[in-house]
């Protein structure tokens, strides 16, 4: 049957009241009635009320299987035992201090033996943060104030990253120059003059761009796997190419594994074999806590250092290494051994195979990009590349799925986002593949 999109919603509403009050009632207190851009989606979002494994408990009781994992960050799902208990122990001796724990060390050793490209590492609260520092860093060890980022490129909040991430395709201009749109008002237009906006996996564009602002540039920043952007992986000739442009003119290279640190131990850059400069990690090395990091290469790092006086860049933050962030993110790093990676890798093998024969079954102008644990449905047939090929796609049936989903029990992200946790078994595969069938069946009349 060929469900009215309306009719579908109607029936996320009915199941969903207590969260319709809930955002009813947020209204009057928060800003737009949320406190984060990306849990929202219309007519209001699902209220959760506790999370197991894999599984997670609305506050209306509707029970789902978990696939968007707080967006890739909860790799081992809620309340893994390990995690818990580090967690525990630490806060009994004190949440945090005004002075450094053993507990920072130790996850600075263990991500610093995991990625050989980060020598120094810092930790901050948030990816946005990370990013924020990275780019100083850059700008600071250069001397350069231009900095080079991707299209459809998601880095957080600061200016510099609030560039071209989700341009209208009616503004991008043509893909040998794309403009620099600024993602928020209330930006100097001095930081948009010191962005240059590179199409991905492009490398006669990229270079082009690059060679013409080479001696301005601090860095080029990339994420390795698009990954707000529709997890797309670059081609590893791309990521060569910028690693030799940026390494001939003195242009630093940094890598946003944020999303992409999770399919490999020592993240993209392992498995595309390129060392960047510098690199951001987030979301997974926390244990569900906020905690992020940034490091690299030691000469820049040191730009941090304070032993002789007052560091050229002060790192400052409240929460940096926050010892239950730090307890937390160590047992989670801990339990991902590489048994462990490689089981979610197969397993996000095995779940985009799925999606892949279902949509070929049911003749769906559909499909399924990823990589390792990560995924992103998109309507589209034609090969998803870059931001501008996965906006082509049909939003209007994706978020029909992602409701008829929404109702069968599977928690993805509204824009057709997945992953796979520790916590998952072969099975939840199978549930996902039934309710996509469903839904597609009898939401969507394929
Ligand atoms: C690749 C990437 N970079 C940076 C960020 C920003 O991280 P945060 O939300 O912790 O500020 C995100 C968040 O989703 C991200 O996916």
């Known amino acids: 049957m060929n469900i009215p999109i309306e009719k579908v919603i109607q029936r996320y509403i009915e199941k969903n009241k207590k969260s319709m009050q809930l955002y009813q009632r947020a209204q009057n207190s928060l800003a737009g009635?949320?406190?984060?851009?990306?849990?929202?989606?219309?007519?209001?979002?699902?209220y959760m009320e506790r999370g197991e494994g894999c599984m997670l408990y609305d506050v209306d009781g509707n029970e789902r299987v978990d696939f968007l994992g707080n967006y890739t960050s909860m790799i081992h799902g809620y309340n893994h035992p390990k995690i818990t208990e580090a967690v525990t122990r630490q806060i009994q001796k004190g949440s945090c201090f005004g002075a450094p724990t053993e507990q920072e060390i130790k996850l600075a050793e263990l991500l610093i033996l995991r990625v050989p490209s980060i020598e120094r590492i810092r930790f901050a609260s948030s990816g946005s943060e990370a990013i924020m520092f990275t780019l100083r860093l850059a700008q600071g060890f250069t001397g350069r104030y231009k900095i080079a980022k991707i299209e459809g490129g998601f880095h957080g909040s600061y200016d510099y990253a609030l560039m071209s991430m989700h341009p209208p395709l009616d503004q991008v201009g043509p893909v040998e120059s794309p403009a620099v749109i600024p993602d928020a008002v209330g930006i100097s237009p001095a930081i948009s003059e010191q962005m240059v906006i590179l199409p991905f996996n492009d490398q006669k564009n990229s270079e082009r761009l690059i060679l013409k602002h080479k001696h301005e540039l601090a860095c080029v920043l990339i994420e390795p796997i698009l990954g707000a952007g529709g997890i797309i992986p670059a081609r590893k000739e791309y990521l060569q190419f910028l690693r030799e442009i940026t390494r001939q003119y003195g242009i630093l290279l940094i890598f946003d594994e944020i999303i992409s640190f999770r399919v490999r131990l020592g993240g993209a850059q392992e498995m595309y074999g390129i060392r960047p400069d510098l690199t951001t990690l987030g979301k997974i090395i926390s244990g569900g806590y906020p905690v992020a990091a940034f490091g690299g290469r030691e000469d820049i790092m040191a730009l941090m250092d304070p032993r002789s006086g007052t560091p050229r860049i002060p790192h400052s933050g409240t929460f940096n290494g926050t010892p239950v962030g730090m307890a937390a993110g160590l047992a989670a790093m801990e339990a991902l051994t590489p048994e462990a990676m490689d089981r979610?890798?197969?397993?996000?093998?095995?779940?985009?195979?799925?999606?892949?024969?279902?949509?070929k079954k049911r003749g769906?102008?559909?499909?399924?990009t990823g990589v390792g644990s990560l995924f992103n449905i998109h309507f589209s047939t034609e090969e998803i590349l870059d931001y501008r090929s996965a906006q082509r796609g049909d939003m209007k049936s994706r978020n029909q799925l992602f409701f008829s989903l929404l109702n069968r029990g599977i928690f993805l992200a509204s824009r057709g986002l997945g992953c796979i946790s520790t916590a998952m078994t072969w099975e939840h595969l199978d549930r996902f593949n039934t309710s996509l069938n469903d839904a597609l069946a009898e939401d969507m009349g394929y």
């Open 33 to 46: 009635g949320i406190t984060r851009t990306s849990t929202y989606f219309q007519p209001f979002p699902v």
């Open 344 to 359: 979610i890798n197969q397993m996000g093998e095995k779940l985009r195979t799925l999606i892949t024969e279902t949509f």
């Open 364 to 368: 769906v102008k559909a499909q399924v």
